[in-house]
């Protein structure tokens, strides 16, 4: 634990050193430009369709960047196309594909415009900026996917290594076997056998590969250099897809009286029947929208008050401010590492706690709560 | 706004990334981590309950040592007991056997001792009488006749003479 706090403790100091290496670079360059925190911070946490690692000043003065071209995968009238990011060229460069040309601007593509110079067909409304250009789907290996991949495979290896050292070793865990197993066994004593009951094991591989789903996301997206940094759990598409899936083992595993209760609410007069069977239906799905709400919000919040301290230097402009910048951003990286267990745990503890619901076994619980009392 | 629209394609790969992983993860790992978890907390449980089970007997066991111990005791006590009666019985036995023994042969002694004193005393009388005889022979020889007459006149006398 001590070696792990040591690593994002270096990995912090890291951080600082290469934002603020990256972000002089920039004002160097632009010293006419005011520094926009709101566009560092929004290209932090939003999706990229390439993964920066650094930029860095060649000896001719020309800022280099360093990233890694992700695949883009578009949809668009029929056709599927293809094609490194790099070919945008960091969304200088229009990219045509057989009949369909493509455009990044702002990390989102848009089929370009061949009337217009730049390919984009930009409107005034209200002050701001309104692209009327089409989107195709896209369906990109982005740098949150490519997170996700790497995080897949890294729990695949992990936890193989860690199944076949259980069959090795059964007595005392050892090593990586020893530091999983409290979380393992947390998981399961504490989060699936007191909410599931009998039904635990049924829907423990759920909620163990959930818990570490969001887990290992949530602590890769503290590191602030390559294998890390990708802002996965601060998304809200991925933890729509996450809540949808808890939405599912719920509504597809809820039995009779989950449904009577949903619906037909036993034990109240009739009238008021129908007006709670409204109020559940909502609840239905609040559920989910809560807890992709949540866990979205959170971990999104951490990034932006890092990310926020870090710009403070730079909009101080004085290196005095830095000290102050790098005590809060420790703190809040401690912060951050208790959320990403925290909201791991509320995640996977919620979704146990609804499935829970749906497939209560009634008479058993009657017959428990008639025990109690 | 950006922020908060999710995009189709990271739902897209999210869904399948985790469906994915759920898959693998569940059989190359969860079942049979669960399963070690499982047998483990089981092979524990099962040595407690054997221990509990050992301990047990072990008091048992104690309890028995100390009931045959017990019982040991009381049987030694017991013998010790009846070797004691035993011996007392036998030394009564002895004594009263002794006396009887003694008064028998005190008893024998006794008529030995009659017996004996009869002989003598009837040896002694009929030395007496031969005695007398041969004196009353030589005293009164030339008085009596017969011998006869000095016999009778001597046995009519000694009838008189009553030892004891």
Known sequence: ??????????????????????????????????????????????????????????????????????????????????????????????????????????????????????????????????????????????????????????????????????????????????????????????????????????????????????LFNNLLGIVPFFPGGANVTGNIAVTMTLATFTFLAINLNGNKHYWQHNFWMPGVPVFVRPILAVVELMGMFVKPIALTIRLFANITAGHIIILSLVSLIFIFKSLTMSPVSVIFVLFMNCMELLVAFLQAYIFTILSALFIGIAVEDHEHHEAHEHVSH | MDLVTPGIGLIFWTGIIFLTLLLILAKVAWKPINKMIENRNQSIEDALKMAEKAREEMKQLQADNEKILAEARAERDKMLKEARDMKEQIVAQAKEEAVKEMERIRKNVGMEIEAQKAAAIEEMKNTIVDLSIEVAKKVIRKELKSDNEHQQLVESMLKDIKFN
């Not at chain 1, 001719?60 to 029929?78: E, Q």
């Open chain 1, 1 to 214: 634990m001590i070696r792990f706090l040591a690593l994002i403790a270096a990995g912090v100091f890291l951080t600082i050193n290469l934002y603020a290496g990256v972000h002089t670079n920039a004002s160097h360059d632009e010293e006419e430009k005011d520094f926009d925190v709101n566009e560092l911070i929004m290209h932090h946490i939003k999706d990229a369709h390439e993964w920066h690692i650094l930029d860095y000043k060649k000896s001719d003065g020309t800022i280099k960047s360093v990233s890694i071209p992700l695949p883009i995968i578009v949809y668009y009238k029929g056709k599927i196309d293809i094609f490194l990011s790099s070919e945008f060229e960091h969304g200088h460069k229009i990219v045509t594909k057989g009949n369909n040309s493509y455009i990044l601007h702002h990390e989102k593509i848009y089929i370009a415009d061949p009337e217009s110079e730049t390919g984009l067909k930009i409107e005034e409304k209200d002050g701001e900026h309104v692209i009327l250009n089409e989107k195709p789907l896209d369906f990109s290996i982005t740098k949150n996917v490519f997170a996700m991949f790497i995080v897949a495979i890294l729990m695949i290896f992990i936890f193989t290594k860690v199944a076949r050292s259980y069959q090795k070793n059964p007595g005392r865990p050892r090593g990586l076997q020893a530091f999983l197993e409290p979380l393992i066994v947390f998981v399961r004593d504490d989060i699936a056998y007191p909410n599931l009951g009998s039904k635990a094991n049924k829907f423990l591989p759920y909620l163990l590969t959930v818990f570490f789903f969001i």
